[in-house]
């Protein structure tokens, strides 16, 4: 190609790649697959590793964090970043806007936009000529700490403002206010990753934002699952802005920035007041403490002035805590499937918004030591919405003496080897590679929804296979027969043969899911997607080295030697051999082909008893082989899968003129469509 026709290409690809990312980041509405999008971003690396000189800060590759910093440099704020007031209850809310009508008459009959306030981190952004040039933490509100580098690497944050044919004029200086946050389903996966990986956890959301982004390492923040909402324009110059909050809101929007569709208009302060009091605090995604209430004309806000940091046109409606005291009981220790073992806290029950808690996560030991957390002292206990409910610390002034300390146990408490603590780790391990309790974790974890998606084969069931010597690793339960499990309590024919065929039917599940269910330390689903994209089967991804995998996007030489030595220990490879043995050998799928997928783009409904296989073992062979399963007949069904005592599907499907299907033509139909 031409070098113009591939500079064309590559300011394409760079457009293109901005607006996947914002359809995904800032929409949550991605319009390709991630496998599309990856290949944009490999085709993007390929002619940037040709033409270095064409990469600018705002390219998608630059999201990926870059050499680390010795520390960071001040940056002064253009104008002071201010705090906001507080209200604690309704009448709160009307005695604000009393005090602020006395001072000016006009905002007694003003308008209000109610924002959710975000505990995250204050961001200060600065765009130039549309470029992200330098983003700042709040500091001291006149000055902050420059965190541009790490910034960049926040996907929804935009690296460029396109200019839009018939969107708003975007001035040439524009400083955006904004709040970095991680949800708090991305705060526990993060965390259960750090704690597989033996590193400290973090506390809460908050505090996992703020350690993201204080990391003199770019590249670590890149791996952290931050996400922005922008909420406030600081400072512009050369163009102009909206007056009121709704409309810089909207202009926010349209220029491509993440704000937070949760915010609404209001017409009047009691609108605004319902508003506040009708919002469920954990109905949000991420940690929200409250409810800011904003006068809409900022024009009448500046006008009202400043008290100290507190603008008087805004003010933040502050929800009931979901924190409560309560006695710490005992503390008690679980082990993890690497082994990690990890305190808890069991606490006398307490209701803390509507739920009883009765234990909550205390972090790790160091946690219990640098606080000083004893048996039988009361606790400050926080709720966050779906976050495990966590120790905050104890209320020391009210300890009576009997308080006793804690110390490590020093043995495992499932199968009593020694508990050794790794020099600067962390964490504790149980090393004993067949405790039961491990066992448990690896098979809960081998068998789970990301991985093999074994149903029906939950804890209780884990627990029992275990208990009665069937089950010693992830590969015996391929070696299960029938009469082994109707030995068990509980289990009866239909059982048995229902729990076998789910365990047969994993057999097909693609490459990736086999490796995340390995249950390597520092290997989730992530990174076992980007391994299975490089090796064909479980052979080749065993037989290369620390550097090969190194060489993979993401994974740094911890993973990468974890990644090794589980291959290199002689019981996995035993395991292997097992597994290899049973047929759990996916191979990686092809990217074009529809390779193990013969029933992709058909579409089943199911009814009556089928002679060998569940309702939903059926549907997931179905599934796992690319087909579509759907509740009733409609113009889209392709087949009806027809068992025994069928119901009204069958009529439907007659007169729709829709083809039946035994369970036995759904296997042929499978077989035949594979050749
Ligand atoms: S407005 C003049 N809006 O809450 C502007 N602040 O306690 C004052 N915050 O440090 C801030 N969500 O970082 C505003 N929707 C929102 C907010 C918000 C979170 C933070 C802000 C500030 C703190 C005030």
Redesign the pocket.
Known sequence: MARNDLTAEYQALKTEIHYHNYRYHVLNDPVISDAEFDLKLKRLDALEAEHPEWITPDSPSQRAGAEPLEQFTKVAHPAP????S?AFNEQDLYDWHARITRLEERAGGADFVV????????VVLHYRNGDFVQGAT?GNGEVGEDITENLRTVKALPLHIPVVHDGPTVPNELVV?G?VLITKADFEALNRRLVEQGQKTYLNPRNTAAGSLRQLDSRITAQRPLTL?V??IVDYEGGAIPTTQWGILEFLRALGFPV?SD?CYCRTLDEAVQRCLETDPNAFPFE???M?V?INDLVLSAQLGVVGK??R??I?FKFPAQEVTTQLNDIGVNVGRTGVITPYAILEPVEIGGVIVKQATLHNFDFIQEKDIRVGDRVLVKRAGEVIPYVIGPIVDVRTGAEVPFSVPHNCPSCGEPIVNPEGEVAYYCTNSACPAQLVRNLEHFVSREAMGIVGLGIIIVEQLIGADLVHDIADLYRLTKDELLNLEGFADKKAENLLMAIAVSKSQPLERLITGLGIRGVGEVAAQALAKHFADLDMLGASSQSEIETIEGFGPNIASSVVEWFHSHENQVILAKLKESGVWPQAESRSATGDQPLAGLTFVITGTLPTLSRSAAKQLIESKGGKVTGSISGNTDFLLLGADPGSKLDQARQRGVETLSEEALQQLIKDRLE
């Open positions: 970043i201010l705090s906001l507080n924002e959710p306030k975000l505990d995250g981190l204050t709040r206010r709040e909402l909420y406030a937070s915010s929200v403490d409250g800011v904003k507190d603008p046109g805004a933040a």
